[in-house]
Nanobody, 124 residues
């Protein structure tokens, strides 16, 4: 089992940047595919970006391609989401998720562990 703690959220103006971090417990972090999800008020949770446990394949939803970058540091048990050129529609609670040896890193069904979330608010 892995525990996840997100940080780095906040209030930023449109066009600005934020970097989210997700620290994971345990000694097998490199065996987990990691994803960042978000949920805006009244909307369903959606997968924003993900990185596979092996080979480092990445996935991005279309609306964030070219603006967001997911990366991981296995030595620090941490996954990051660098968010640039932020838009008001990026406003949401952002959640980190983990799936043990999950090949379905591009799908919500590939994740079994979730963090508590961090709020990102982008003002216009």
């Amino acid at each position: 089992q892995v525990q996840l703690v997100e940080s780095g959220g906040g209030l930023v103006q449109a066009g600005g940047s934020l970097r989210l971090s997700c620290a994971a417990s345990g000694r097998t972090f490199s065996s987990y595919s990691m994803g960042w999800f978000r949920q805006a008020p009244g909307k369903e949770r959606e997968l924003v970006a993900a990185i596979k446990w092996n080979y480092g394949n990445t996935y991005y939803r279309d609306s964030v391609k070219g603006r967001f970058t997911i990366s991981r540091d296995n030595a620090k048990n941490t996954v990051y989401l660098q968010m640039n050129s932020l838009k008001p529609e990026d406003t949401a609670v952002y959640y980190c998720a983990a799936g043990l040896r999950s090949d379905y890193y591009y799908s919500p069904s590939g994740y079994a562990y979730w963090g508590q979330g961090t709020q990102v608010t982008v003002s216009s």
